[in-house]
C-alpha cells in the first residue's frame, strides 16, 4: 500500500516534500506576507505604468499632447481661482492652512 499523499508530494520528484514544504504552519508567511505581496503587486503595477508612460512620451507626438493637456489644466486651475470669489478663496485657504497645520501638530507629537 502506497503512502502518497497527493495534498503534500510531488509526484515528479519521486514522492519527496516540495521545496520549502516543511508540513507546519509558517506564521511568518500568515503574518507577513500577505503585505509584501499587497506592496508587490502595487509595485508591479507602478512599474508598468512608469514604463508604458515612458513609451509613450518619447513618442514626439504624444509627449506634445500631454504637454498640451497639463498647460490647459493649470491654465484652467487659475481662471477657475481668478472667477472665484472673495469668500470662495478664503474658504479655501482656510481649509489647507487648517489641514497643513494639524498636519505639523501630528508630526511634532
Not at 502518497?4 to 509526484?11: I, Q
Not at 508612460?53 to 489644466?73: I, Y
Not at 484652467?76 to 505639523?104: M, Q
Request: glycine letters at 10%; hydrophobic letters at 40%; a positive charge.
Amino acid at each position: 500500500m502506497s503512502t502518497y499523499d497527493p495534498e503534500t508530494r510531488n509526484p515528479a520528484s519521486g514522492g519527496k516534500p516540495r521545496q520549502g514544504d516543511r508540513g507546519e504552519f509558517s506564521w511568518y508567511a500568515f503574518l507577513f506576507g500577505p503585505p509584501f505581496k499587497l506592496i508587490g503587486f502595487f509595485y508591479r503595477i507602478y512599474n508598468t505604468n512608469r514604463v508604458r508612460l515612458v513609451g509613450l512620451a518619447s513618442k514626439p507626438r504624444v509627449s506634445s499632447g500631454l504637454r498640451k493637456v497639463m498647460v490647459l489644466t493649470l491654465l484652467l486651475w487659475i481662471v477657475i481661482w481668478l472667477l472665484a470669489s472673495d469668500d470662495s478663496r478664503n474658504r479655501l485657504t482656510d481649509a489647507v492652512k487648517e489641514n497643513f497645520g494639524a498636519l505639523g501638530t501630528e508630526l511634532q507629537d
